[in-house]
Nanobody
Framework: QVQLVESGGGLVQAGGSLRLSCVASGSIVSINAMGWYRQAPGKQRELVATITPGGRTNYADSVKGRFSISRDGAKNTVYLQMITLRPEDTAVYYC???????????????WGQGTQVTVSS
């Protein structure tokens, strides 16, 4: 079984910083793109940032210049460094990865359980 586990969320004041981590574990053959999404109360889940195995990144316009995504292939881990946080960044942040597992043929999308980020004004 493959699972993604996030950590690093919490409560921070506006202007502060947080670093999220997400580790993929289990029977993993290969990982393609990894990314972060978020969902605020009453809103749809939205893309925050993605990163390919080669390091190509993509960001939502709302976080460009403030958030930075990175990954460590050897550790099957993706990070999201967030600075200059705003109250509107408050949401549950979910890790996502496209993974080729060792027990089932084919690539599948996996999601973490989510980590709460709350930014106070």
């Amino acid at each position: 079984q493959v699972q993604l586990v996030e950590s690093g969320g919490g409560l921070v004041q506006a202007g502060g910083s947080l670093r999220l981590s997400c580790v993929a574990s289990g029977s993993i053959v290969s990982i393609n793109a990894m990314g972060w999404y978020r969902q605020a109360p009453g809103k749809q889940r939205e893309l925050v940032a993605t990163i390919t195995p080669g390091g190509r990144t993509n960001y939502a316009d709302s976080v460009k210049g403030r958030f930075s995504i990175s990954r460590d292939g050897a550790k099957n881990t993706v990070y999201l460094q967030m600075i200059t946080l705003r109250p509107e960044d408050t949401a549950v942040y979910y890790c996502n990865a496209e993974i080729l597992g060792g027990t089932e043929p084919g690539w599948y999308d996996y999601w973490g359980q989510g980590t709460q980020v709350t930014v106070s004004s």
